[in-house]
C-alpha cells in the first residue's frame, strides 16, 4: 500500500522558515517523481514544486521560485520542501505527492498518490 506521510507544519512569521518532510512507503520510491502541492483556504489545490526521480531536476511555481527548495532523499524514501522568507499568502495545506512517471509535472493529474496534507499557516 503506498502511503507518504507529511510532517514539519506549522505556525511561523512572515520572513521565516519552515521544512515539510514527507515519508514515503510501500513502492519504489526511486522510480518516481514527486511533488508538493497545496491549498489555501478556500482555493483549489495548486502546484508547488516537484523533483524527477534522481533529485536532479526539479521545477517550482512562480509563486515559490527563488524562495523554496524541493529535495529527496532516495536512500530514505523522503521528500523535502525548504520554504523561506514565508508571506501569509504561503498559509495552505501542504500535501506531498506521488508522480506517475519519473519526470516532473506540475499538474495535479499527473500524480496518483497523496499524503493527508499538512497545515501551515504564516502569520504575525
Known amino acids: 500500500e503506498v502511503q507518504l506521510v507529511e510532517s514539519g507544519g506549522g505556525l511561523a512569521q512572515p520572513g521565516g522558515s519552515l521544512r515539510l518532510s514527507c515519508a514515503a512507503s510501500?513502492?519504489?520510491?526511486?522510480?518516481?517523481?514527486m511533488g508538493w502541492f497545496r491549498q489555501p483556504p478556500g482555493k483549489e489545490r495548486e502546484f508547488v514544486a516537484s523533483?524527477?526521480?534522481?533529485?536532479?531536476?526539479?521545477y517550482y511555481a512562480v509563486s515559490v521560485e527563488g524562495r523554496f527548495i524541493i529535495a529527496r532523499d532516495n536512500a530514505k524514501s523522503t521528500i523535502y520542501l525548504q520554504m523561506n522568507r514565508l508571506k501569509p499568502e504561503d498559509t495552505a495545506v501542504y500535501y506531498c505527492?506521488?508522480?506517475?512517471?519519473?519526470?516532473?509535472?506540475?499538474?495535479?493529474?499527473?500524480?496518483?498518490?497523496w499524503g493527508q496534507g499538512t497545515q501551515v499557516t504564516v502569520s504575525s
Open positions: 523533483i524527477n526521480w534522481s533529485g536532479g531536476t526539479s
Open positions: 510501500g513502492f519504489a520510491f526511486s522510480s518516481y517523481a
Open positions: 505527492a506521488r508522480r506517475y512517471g519519473l519526470n516532473t509535472a506540475s499538474t495535479s493529474t499527473q500524480y496518483d498518490s
